[in-house]
């Protein structure tokens, strides 16, 4: 197992266009967590999952933001009508449902960049 | 309103010294803290973990300190390498917050020769 990846790495896109981004978590990991992350600051949480549940999604996560895990594998989270300001970092991280007592494992992130 | 602050200037120290990384809260009550070092265009790596009833954790060359009266942990790198330089980020984890990490802005920690 080579740890979290997530595709594509780098995502240049036209205002108004449709992404999406794609994580495959540690495949014992049952929990997997989104993250947006703008330059200069620390990563800010959006949603997360447990096994295909999503449980949690922050303020953060516009009706124009949508993620899924279908059948508790990978992860897709979608951005609709992309605006300038959704350029940032995207991180996946995955954990044990135990979590805090372990770190959490994060992908090498996607950069979308809106132009 | 509940922050995190790290300290946003950079820390440049000669290799071999001691750096010290804050992490300052308030309104919090945090029941894990743990601290991650970031590169530049890659995700965030796990270093250390410290727990609300714990004082010190150490690994290796790293110390973390955790003092809820303070509401402050501090991270020690002692020897210090240029392969240290990275962005450290302190991440708290709340009781019955569903696990997830709240980040604070993190720290740019350079090591010269």
């Known amino acids: 197992d080579t740890g979290v990846s997530q595709d594509p790495r780098h995502k240049i896109t036209k205002r108004g266009q449709n992404v999406t981004f794609r994580c495959d978590p540690i495949?014992?990991?049952?929990?997997l967590y989104w993250y947006r992350q703008t330059l200069g600051q620390g990563p800010e949480f959006l949603t997360y999952?447990?096994?295909?549940?999503?449980?949690?999604k922050s303020r953060l996560l516009s009706d124009r933001f949508s993620a899924e895990r279908p059948k508790g594998s990978f992860s897709t989270l979608e951005i609709q009508r992309t605006e300038q300001g959704d350029s940032a970092m995207y991180l996946c991280?995955?954990?044990?449902?135990?979590?805090?007592?372990?770190?959490?494992?994060f992908g090498s992130g996607t950069r979308l960049t809106v132009v | 309103s509940q922050k995190i602050e790290q300290n946003s200037e950079a820390l440049n120290i000669q290799e071999g010294k001691t750096a010290t990384l804050t992490c300052n809260y308030t309104?919090?009550?945090?029941?894990?803290l743990q601290w991650y070092r970031q590169d530049p265009g890659r995700g965030p790596v796990f270093l250390l973990l410290?727990?609300?009833?714990?004082k010190e954790k150490r690994k290796e060359r790293l110390k973390v300190t955790f003092d809820t009266t303070l509401k402050q942990s501090l991270f020690h790198i002692t020897a210090s390498q240029p392969a240290d330089s990275a962005t450290y980020l302190c991440?708290?984890?709340?009781?019955?917050?569903?696990?997830?990490?709240?980040f604070g802005t993190g720290t740019q920690l350079k090591v010269e020769l």
């Open positions: 991280a995955s954990s044990f449902r135990q979590g805090p007592n372990y770190g959490y494992t």
């Open positions: 495949s014992e990991h049952n929990r």
């Open positions: 999952f447990q096994n295909e549940a999503q449980l949690e």
């Open positions: 309104n919090y009550s945090p029941a894990y």
């Open positions: 410290i727990r609300e009833n714990e």
């Open positions: 991440a708290f984890i709340l009781t019955g917050g569903g696990n997830k990490l709240t």
